[in-house]
């Protein structure tokens, strides 16, 4: 088997590249795995349950599995090449380090691969056949958010408790569409418990996580090309994602948590560049091997058509 050769500094580079508009990680955070394939820890309410520990002297100790093992998953090897002609690094050698034009070799694939991550862990978030019935809801009509006479708040603390009732912990992020956050940060019902919006200041993500109880809201800016609609098209959609995940400190495949990004212990890394003699090109790649999975379906809920 041939040896992967990895640049070490242009892998602290790319591994330090995070995407602004990019919010998957927030439902899907990443977590270290050490083999290609395996089974997905998957949990139900018995994994957020309280136990009778206490035992009378010579009894058996109760025992607990974390999780158990659903269904199989294969991270998917994904790479990307970034080109610079000898004739663009020869003239940047002159003005700046090499480095900086390096870097970029590397950031554009990355911002790429990237996006297309994005893409597959929101369709997976947003597909409604990924959730319970209990655990997913479609707007239309006055119970849109656009709608003034709808009641987002009502409907977010309602799909708070389908989640603690089912999983005994708290929904703590939300995930919205672009237009989900507009129809909300405008909505009369939160403008009215917003008092702070009296004097001018706009509604922030940040504000409705304080009103909805949650330790965060992000707003999934992310746009792609859709061929068969032959435009740009958001990621989110007019969608909502409400769900619990752990704290970044907490993280790890057999902690209970709405979604996974398994990800290849060590990934993503640029190899070392290459020369290709026929176009006079360096060639700089990069290798991401991961896979998004849902663990706990009833620790999310999915608004759809929210506005």
Avoid at 92 to 107: F, G
Avoid at 117 to 127: K, W
Avoid at 175 to 181: C, E, N, Q, S, Y
Wanted: with cysteine; aromatic share 8%.
């Amino acid at each position: 088997m041939a040896t992967v050769v990895v640049d070490p500094i242009l892998t602290k580079v790319v591994q330090g590249i995070g995407i602004p508009a990019n919010v998957g990680h927030v439902l899907f955070p990443r977590v270290p795995v050490q083999t290609t394939g395996g089974k997905v820890i998957m949990f139900t309410d018995r994994d957020f349950r309280i136990y009778n520990t206490a035992r009378a002297p010579g009894s058996n100790t109760k025992r607990v599995d974390v999780g158990f093992e659903g269904a199989d998953y294969v991270l998917e090897n994904h790479s990307l090449e970034g080109s610079l002609p000898r004739e663009n690094l020869r003239d940047a050698n002159a003005l700046a380090p090499t480095i900086k034009l390096e870097s970029r070799a590397v950031r554009k694939p990355w911002n790429a691969m990237m996006l297309e991550l994005e893409v597959q862990q929101a369709l997976l978030a947003r597909n409604p056949d990924s959730y319970d019935a209990s655990n997913k809801k479609v707007l239309s009509g006055t119970s849109q958010w656009t709608n003034p006479d709808s009641d987002p708040i009502g409907d977010v603390d309602d799909a708070r408790e389908v989640i603690r009732s089912s999983c005994a912990v708290d929904a703590n992020r939300m995930v919205l569409g672009p237009a989900a956050f507009t129809a909300l940060k405008n909505h009369p019902k939160i403008l009215k418990r917003l008092t702070i919006t009296a004097d001018g200041k706009a509604v922030t993500a940040a504000m409705l996580a304080e009103l909805f109880d949650l330790d965060e809201v992000v707003v999934g800016k992310a746009l792609y090309f859709d061929e068969l609609a032959d435009d740009t098209v958001d990621a989110w959609g007019n969608d909502a994602i409400l769900a619990y995940t752990p704290e970044a400190s907490e993280l790890d495949r057999e902690e209970p948590a709405f979604g996974y990004t398994y990800e290849m212990e060590g990934h993503p890394y640029a190899e070392a560049k290459y020369y290709d003699d026929n176009s006079k090109t360096y060639f700089y790649p990069v290798t991401h091997e991961r896979k998004p999975v849902i663990a706990g379906i009833s620790a999310g809920f999915l608004f759809k058509n929210v506005a």
